[in-house]
């Protein structure tokens, strides 16, 4: 099959680790060959490190003879590059959150639906060991019927007090805010395991003044099963991972991360629990081989924007419950 020809939209962190696994690991199948960005820094460091062709402009970058675009820029502007690559006929590999409101999500859904093209959402947990681990104990209905979830996540940043200024949490206009812009994993998570989530009831707190976006939050959800979900999450300086579910027949737990991770099932009436073997880190390469066997096998990914549109409904109303103090309905 001939090589893939990709471009890259937003030129940071995220956009410039997936450029390098993919013309490190993923050569034989794609090649990333134009990077854009905004920052003139970035699109220097694009040109002079990595060889590639730069441009600030994305409809010049969509315009080009390309196959596919990476959508890693800020949160606010994934809904018109999506929808202009849609249009232009890309298959997209976007990151989370997909965007900043309902009514821009389902304007980028009806344009890569009706473009017919290939389109995934990053969202990590989806292509972790780990928590690919604890959906397959689940489908195996060795838990029973999920009665609860619980996600707890400390980012290891640092708070905006002690002098931690994370991008997201300083330009809620850009990001959406901490719930939407982080929380939204969790919530991903969640549907994925469990299905729908029906109402959301929100705390939040911050250390910026004039209460600024939230660096620390606790949701409880209620799932269209009845299950019952709790959400914690924040920025601050502590870095850990607490993952759990209680079935009707047995618990499942995850703690820690990476090489210290610790996956325990409990069963209902046995006293030995059962420790599983498990690393929890992100699968190499992420969802972008994934997204890549989905465009040469010319399928449908389930992992779609579509179905990340949940998430971020979740995660809004979320912020409306924080704000109003009222548990929030979610269509």
């Given at each position: 099959m001939?090589?893939?020809r990709?471009?890259?939209?937003?030129?940071g962190?995220?956009?410039?680790?997936?450029?390098?696994y993919?013309?490190?690991?993923?050569?034989?199948?794609?090649?990333i060959?134009?990077?854009?960005?905004?920052?003139?820094?970035q699109?220097d460091?694009?040109?002079?490190?990595?060889?590639?062709?730069?441009?600030?402009?994305?409809?010049?970058?969509?315009?080009?003879?390309?196959?596919?675009?990476?959508?890693?820029?800020?949160?606010?502007?994934h809904?018109?590059?999506?929808?202009?690559?849609?249009?232009?006929?890309?298959?997209?590999?976007?990151?989370?959150?997909?965007?900043?409101?309902?009514?821009?999500?389902?304007?980028?859904?009806?344009?890569?639906?009706?473009?017919?093209?290939?389109?995934?959402?990053?969202?990590?947990?989806?292509?972790?060991?780990?928590?690919?681990?604890?959906?397959?104990?689940?489908?195996?209905?060795?838990?029973?019927?999920?009665?609860?979830?619980?996600?707890?996540?400390t980012?290891?940043?640092?708070?905006y007090e002690?002098?931690?200024?994370?991008?997201?949490?300083?330009?809620?206009?850009?990001?959406?805010?901490?719930?939407?812009?982080?929380?939204?994993?969790?919530?991903?998570?969640f549907?994925w395991?469990?299905?729908?989530?029906?109402?959301?009831?929100?705390?939040?707190?911050?250390?910026?003044?004039?209460?600024?976006?939230?660096?620390?939050?606790?949701?409880?959800?209620?799932?269209?099963?009845?299950?019952?979900?709790?959400?914690?999450?924040?920025?601050?300086?502590?870095?850990?991972?607490?993952?759990?579910?209680?079935?009707?027949?047995?618990?499942?737990?995850?703690?820690?991360?990476?090489?210290?991770?610790?996956?325990?099932?409990?069963?209902?009436?046995?006293?030995?629990?059962?420790?599983?073997?498990?690393?929890?880190?992100?699968?190499?390469?992420?969802?972008?081989d994934h997204?890549?066997?989905?465009?040469?096998?010319?399928?449908?990914?389930?992992?779609?924007?579509?179905?990340?549109?949940?998430?971020?409904?979740?995660?809004?109303?979320?912020?409306?419950s924080?704000?109003?103090?009222?548990?929030?309905?979610?269509?």
């Open positions: 001939t090589q893939l990709g471009g890259v939209l937003g030129f962190s995220t956009g410039r680790q997936l450029t390098t993919i013309n490190q690991t993923r050569s034989d199948v794609a090649q060959v134009v990077a854009c960005d905004v920052a003139q820094p699109l460091l694009a040109k002079e490190t990595y060889g590639l062709v730069t441009t600030p402009s994305a409809a010049e970058l969509i315009a080009m003879d390309l196959d596919f675009v990476l959508v890693a820029s800020s949160n606010h502007a809904a018109g590059q999506v929808v202009m690559a849609a249009e232009a006929g890309k298959h997209i590999f976007c990151e989370k959150p997909i965007a900043l409101s309902l009514t821009e999500a389902d304007r980028m859904i009806a344009a890569v639906e009706t473009a017919g093209v290939v389109n995934v959402v990053n969202y990590f947990m989806r292509y972790s060991d780990g928590y690919l681990r604890f959906k397959e104990i689940a489908e195996q209905g060795r838990l029973g019927q999920i009665l609860c979830m619980w996600q707890w996540i980012r290891g940043f640092g708070l002690a002098g931690a200024r994370h991008w997201a949490v300083t330009h809620p206009e850009l990001s959406g805010g901490w719930t939407v812009h982080h929380a939204c994993h969790s919530i991903d998570f549907y395991i469990n299905g729908p989530i029906t109402k959301a009831y929100c705390n939040t707190q911050t250390t910026l003044p004039d209460n600024g976006s939230e660096e620390v939050l606790l949701g409880n959800l209620t799932f269209a099963n009845g299950a019952m979900g709790m959400v914690g999450d924040s920025t601050c300086v502590l870095r850990e991972h607490h993952t759990g579910i209680i079935g009707s027949k047995g618990s499942l737990l995850m703690t820690g991360e990476h090489d210290q991770t610790v996956m325990r099932l409990h069963l209902e009436g046995e006293k030995e629990e059962h420790l599983i073997p498990v690393i929890d880190s992100t699968r190499h390469g992420n969802g972008i997204f890549l066997d989905c465009i040469r096998q010319g399928q449908q990914s389930p992992n779609s924007l579509r179905e990340a549109r949940h998430s971020l409904a979740v995660a809004l109303a979320m912020q409306e924080a704000r109003t103090g009222q548990v929030v309905a979610i269509d």
